[in-house]
């Protein structure tokens, strides 16, 4: 079965500084997507960045890149220059592709909590 | 333009009743899903739709019916309302196998 396991509940930065959310994540699946998600204090769920198995570099969008570590199964969010409109709640979350089945869900951790400071 | 809408937001109901939760989406999605979100944030697949059909029906109590009319709504009923039952229930949909799925802002679901 497929796991995302998020070890920290919190963090904590200072605006302007980067800050790595860590993710480590389990499956038997040979073809996988890993995803990260935001959901600041209004509650939406904002997709920020996607990470596939066989992608031979690490995802990068805007501020926001994924440091993919296959043979580690860690897929951490890294946040460079953090902005007070980051405090927020991250989610990693994982979708196996190898069935190639449209419908198939996304399995989340249970999030880690990103304040960021003046 | 909303992408993928749910109505209501919010929804305060008294235990027993029998409510209902839209959702919409005008991507031109052809899945459909509902997640919960529990009291911890902690979000769980519910059920998905691919063209109408049931694709994901996870271990839930049948009180929750998902009903897919269209390719574009998955309205969700709930019979008998219970505490437990609340949560904020989120709707997303997707296009095929592609990667992102694009959710709803969520309904907030009270049961008192």
């Known amino acids: 079965a497929q796991k995302i396991t998020q070890t920290q509940p919190g963090m904590f930065v200072q605006e302007k500084e980067a800050v790595t959310l860590d993710c480590t994540y389990d499956?038997?699946?040979?073809?996988?997507?890993l995803f990260w998600y935001k959901q600041p204090s209004s509650g939406e769920m904002i997709f920020l960045i996607y990470?596939?198995?066989?992608?031979?570099q690490n995802a990068t969008e805007g501020r926001y890149s994924l440091n993919f570590q296959k043979a580690r199964k860690s897929a951490n969010l890294v946040i460079s220059a953090s902005q007070l409109g980051d405090s927020a709640m991250y989610f990693c979350?994982?979708?196996?592709?190898?069935?190639?089945?449209?419908?198939?869900?996304?399995?989340f951790g249970k999030g880690t909590t990103l304040s960021v400071s003046s | 333009d909303t992408a993928v809408s749910q109505t209501p937001k919010y929804l305060v109901t008294q235990m027993g009743n029998d409510k209902s939760i839209k959702c919409e989406q005008n991507?031109?999605?052809?899945?459909m899903y509902w997640y919960k979100q529990d009291s911890k944030k902690f979000l769980k697949i519910m059920f998905s739709?691919?063209?109408?059909?049931?694709?994901i029906n996870e271990t839930v109590p049948n009180r929750f019916s998902p009903k897919s009319p269209d390719k574009a709504h998955l309205n969700l009923h709930i019979n008998s309302l219970e505490l437990g039952d609340s949560a904020v229930y989120f709707c997303?949909?997707?296009?095929?196998?592609?990667?992102?799925?694009?959710f709803g802002p969520g309904t907030r679901l009270t049961v008192t």
């Open positions: 979350a994982m979708r196996d592709l190898a069935t190639n089945q449209a419908g198939t869900a996304l399995i």
């Open positions: 991507l031109g999605h052809d899945t």
């Open positions: 739709y691919n063209n109408k059909e049931l694709i």
């Open positions: 499956t038997s699946d040979p073809s996988y997507g």
């Open positions: 990470q596939g198995s066989y992608d031979q």
């Open positions: 997303a949909s997707s296009q095929g196998e592609s990667y992102e799925q694009y």
